[in-house]
């Protein structure tokens, strides 16, 4: 019995999370929002933007969330992007900070969408960046 159930779970459960597969190019419609010790920034909400995700080669979807990752004045190899998952580190030298600081990076992704979450410690404050997005057609 607990054998039967052990596979009924698996089968179930296989279906959920990152796929895995490949980000696909194309027109990406973005949410970016950001909070101050979990709370919405004040002033803003949540910003949509259009773009265009373009990659090529033999890891698209690397280049992709890179590119997104890019704007962020923080070196961001320490990224890694593999089997629908994001995880890592940027590597920030902060312009008032004594050292540079390590922002963690997490997310998820399949061929259509994806979600990812920045977290950098500012004078006492965390402030965290969620970044989702989801494919909406060709460019």
């Known amino acids: 019995m607990k054998k039967r ?4 779970l698996t089968i179930l459960l296989s279906g959920c999370g990152p796929s895995g597969a490949p980000m696909q190019p194309g027109q990406w419609e973005i949410v970016t929002s950001g909070q101050i010790n979990g709370r919405q920034m004040p002033g803003q909400g949540p910003q949509t933007t259009t773009r265009c995700l373009r990659a090529q080669g033999p890891d ?8 997104l990752l890019e704007n962020q004045s923080c070196d961001i190899e320490g990224i890694t992007v593999a089997n629908g998952r994001i995880g890592g580190a940027l590597q920030c030298s902060e312009f008032y900070s004594i050292s540079a600081s390590q922002p963690p990076v997490t997310g ?3 061929a259509t969408e994806f979600e990812l979450t920045t977290s950098r410690p500012a004078l006492g404050l965390t402030i965290t960046a969620n970044i989702t997005g989801r494919r909406t057609g060709s460019c």
């Not at 159930?5 to 009924?8: I, T």
């Open 5 to 8: 159930l052990a596979v009924a």
């Open 60 to 67: 698209p979807s690397r280049m992709m969330i890179l590119s």
């Open 108 to 110: 998820r992704y399949s």
